[in-house]
């Protein structure tokens, strides 16, 4: 367990991390020619993509960037993440898109051209934004923040991400 008083916040944030793997592995079998593997992967990914990492995303828009607004004592020192966001949701967006045509033609390996600069891309982009996050804001939030502040931000973040996911 992470000592620090932000420990129970990256706690939080980790839960993102395993399915980033997802979107990889999606990406790989899209490629392939195995369509249940391939359609397997898509829909694990789109649960991911769906049911996690863009409502932690909407979550992090009303907790983590408000308290980093208020630690820096400025209005939108999050803005070019918020803009991360959106390429996010743009690009889940186009995800479903793609894999709905391919549910339809019932051949997802046939859309892999399509199908796996979206997943990678995703991966990347998440992975990035997650990272760069952890790296900038969890010391200095750790070095600002209380305990309960911390806890306070836990608990917001995981019920508006559970409301986002619950649609």
């Known amino acids: 367990m992470d000592e620090r008083v932000i420990g129970p916040y990256r706690e939080w944030r980790m839960s993102l991390r395993p399915g980033l793997q997802a979107l990889a592995k999606a990406g790989a079998a899209a490629g392939g020619g195995d369509e249940p593997a391939a359609r397997a992967a898509l829909a694990e990914a789109l649960r991911y993509v769906d049911g996690l990492l863009l409502p932690a995303s909407e979550a992090e828009e009303f907790t983590l960037f408000p308290t980093i607004d208020g630690v820096f004592g400025v209005t939108g020192a999050c803005e ?74 836990v608990e917001n973040s995981e019920r508006i991400a559970a409301a986002k996911a619950a649609g």
């Open 80 to 153: 070019p993440l918020k803009l991360q966001h959106e390429a996010l949701r743009e690009m889940a967006s186009d995800l479903r898109k793609v894999a709905a045509a391919a549910e339809k033609d019932g051949d997802t390996c046939a859309y892999g051209r399509y199908l796996q600069p979206l997943l990678f891309g995703l991966y990347g982009l998440a992975r990035a934004h997650l990272e760069s996050e952890d790296a900038a804001f969890l010391p200095l939030l750790d070095a600002h923040l209380s305990e309960s502040q911390v806890n306070v931000l």
